[in-house]
């Protein structure tokens, strides 16, 4: 590559930014002006989705089928404890029955 | 109280109620995730509410069931009526959980936060309370006749809030949608048999859970009062 062809290079570069209105900063200028600190975060509009509907609506329906089934659960804990006390209560009757 | 064990056709009919519960959901379930669009907006996280509102509507069956057997027991205190109302309360703590579980699940995708003191929120968590508070005093104050009754103000005067609920809505507006009904948009028409469907299943599953929970309760009364019968004839010293 010749000089001439580098210094083509360069103006059309120039040229660009001059147009675009960015002129590059360096680092240590922009951490060294606190006025140019970020201040907001913004989001991407039409970005992917924050919070999964899938995985809520999984969370929703198994949380469904846990509260039911633990309804059903202690119902059977319940009915465990009838049937216990009715084996006792047999057990007694046939005790005052023998005596 | 009269010794009795139900009849055959009492339990057949149990059985028969028990296989259209369990069809009822499974149909559902297929509907829903198979033949129901998904919302526009919300996305997938709208077929939450084929769950949501008919718990809402099944503890209210569970709050009904419990306010009709606290008056009845109020007028007149067979244990039966008092067994109705102790197990509509249960039902109605079990699908306002759910209520309360599924909701706040769809408000995170759809309002960007789990829950907000909107007025249906609030009063709707207000009436859980009141039946979980109904629940735990059954639990630890004993079954003597003044905690019964005591219990069954609780169930008369816990119904208070249930209109208040779904009126919330309409007096003092809030976030909480209204699809369905007086001032709601409705759904898409493709999205009503599994809603309607939903409605049934939840309802068949209330009848079913308000019918076990019954039978449970006059049990245990009864096998307390056949256990101080025994023991009353019982001689000195026996165990």
Redesign the interface.
């Known amino acids: 590559m010749t000089f001439d062809h580098h210094a083509a290079t360069f103006r059309v570069a120039s040229s660009a930014l001059a147009l675009a209105g960015q002129a590059p900063e360096r680092p240590s200028d922009q951490a060294a002006d606190p006025a140019q600190r970020g201040t907001e975060f913004r989001a991407v509009e039409g970005g992917a989705?924050v919070?999964s509907?899938?995985t809520?609506?999984v969370?929703?329906?198994a949380?469904?089928w846990i509260?039911?089934f633990a309804?059903i659960f202690v119902?059977w804990r319940?009915?465990s404890r009838?049937d216990a006390?009715?084996g006792e209560?047999e057990r007694?009757?046939a005790?005052?029955q023998g005596? | 109280m009269r010794s009795s064990s139900p009849p055959k056709t009492r339990d057949a009919v149990f059985y028969v109620l028990f296989g259209l519960t369990v069809v009822a959901f499974l149909l559902d379930i297929h509907l829903i995730f198979f033949h129901t669009p998904i919302e526009l907006s919300m996305g997938i996280v709208q077929k939450i509410f084929y769950f949501h509102v008919p718990a809402a509507y099944g503890m209210y069956l569970g709050a009904g069931a419990c306010f009709l057997g606290s008056v009845a027991y109020l007028f007149s205190p067979p244990d039966a009526r008092d067994a109705f109302a102790k197990a509509g309360a249960e039902t109605a703590v079990t699908f306002g959980i759910i209520v309360l579980v599924t909701g706040p699940l769809w408000a995170a995708k759809a309002w960007g936060r789990y829950w907000t003191w909107d007025p249906r929120l609030t009063t709707s968590m207000l009436s859980v309370l009141i039946y979980v508070a109904y629940v735990v005093l059954r639990s630890f104050a004993g079954d003597g006749h003044a905690e019964k009754k005591f219990a069954a103000a609780l169930g008369v005067v816990g119904a208070a809030n249930l209109p208040i609920i779904h009126y919330s809505v309409l007096k003092w507006s809030g976030q909480h949608p209204v699809v369905v009904g007086k001032g709601g948009g409705g759904l898409a028409p493709a999205m009503y048999p599994a809603f309607f469907l939903s409605l049934g299943a939840f309802t068949l599953l209330a009848i079913v859970l308000l019918w076990t929970r019954t039978r449970l309760e006059i049990a245990r009364a009864r096998l307390q009062q056949l256990e101080e019968e025994t023991l009353a004839l019982m001689p000195e010293g026996g165990t």
């Open positions: 989705e919070m509907g899938e809520l609506l969370e929703a329906y949380a469904l509260i039911l309804f119902s319940r009915q009838i006390r009715v209560l007694l009757v005790q005052g005596k």
